[in-house]
């Protein structure tokens, strides 16, 4: 059994549905949907030895997204990317997030 796994950090609010569309339009539909905050935002904000830096740290949006979820082969990947291509959606711009697919050595579960 080949299984990846598809992980992706979403900067742009404004591109979650379309995103979740896209996934979908792929063949993903179990994904995981996590908010979540950078770790530079986090510093900049919560740790008290950083707080003369926050105007430093803070450079980046507040809005993240970590979505995650099992995937069969990379070609979903591929049509995911055209996907969003369509929706004019670059994630090779700045600023919009990034996309990593691992590989999954072993897996405990329901058969996928």
Known sequence: MNMLYLIIHLQREEYEEDLLLAMASAGVFDAV???CRSARETMAHA??????FSADLS???TYA???AASISEEKV???LLEELKEADIDFEE???GSMFV???SKYAGPAR
């Open 65 to 67: 997204k970590l979505i």
């Open 102 to 104: 691992l590989p999954v």
């Open 47 to 52: 740790l008290p030895i950083f707080a003369g």
């Open 94 to 96: 700045e600023g919009v």
């Open 33 to 35: 949907v996590s908010d």
């Open 59 to 61: 450079g980046g949006g």
């Open 77 to 79: 990947v591929d049509d």
